[in-house]
């Protein structure tokens, strides 16, 4: 089974940035589309980015041109450099496969932008 492990996370104050990372298992990391979701207080989980294997990268529109996705295949790993940060993008950040096919998710890493 699948196992993702996210790490990067931390509090850190307005336009400030973070990298997050996240090494993956027990997959063939190469054939999937990778992508980082985030889920806030209250709200629905999300996708941020997502990234094919041969490195095309898509974005939601709240985070154009701020977080910028990126992959090692040789390393498994996945990574969202996250620069300008604002209070909305506080929540809850984790990787897996874009779709998810139901792969389970990893325990995230905690992403708190405040003053």
């Known amino acids: 089974q699948v196992q993702l492990v996210e790490s990067g996370g931390g509090l850190v104050q307005p336009g400030g940035s973070l990298r997050l990372s996240c090494a993956a298992s027990?997959?063939?990391?190469?054939?999937?589309?990778m992508g980082w979701y985030r889920q806030a207080p209250g709200k629905e989980r999300e996708l941020v980015a997502h990234?094919?294997?041969?490195?095309?990268?898509n974005y939601r529109d709240s985070v154009k041109g701020r977080f910028t996705i990126s992959r090692d295949n040789s390393k498994n790993t996945v990574s969202l450099q996250m620069n300008s940060l604002k209070p909305v993008d506080t929540a809850v950040y984790y990787c897996?496969?874009?779709?998810?096919?139901?792969?389970?998710w990893g325990q995230g890493t905690q992403v708190t932008v405040s003053s």
């Open positions: 897996n496969t874009f779709p998810r096919f139901g792969h389970p």
């Open positions: 990234i094919t294997a041969d490195g095309t990268a």
């Open positions: 027990r997959v063939i990391f190469s054939n999937y589309v």
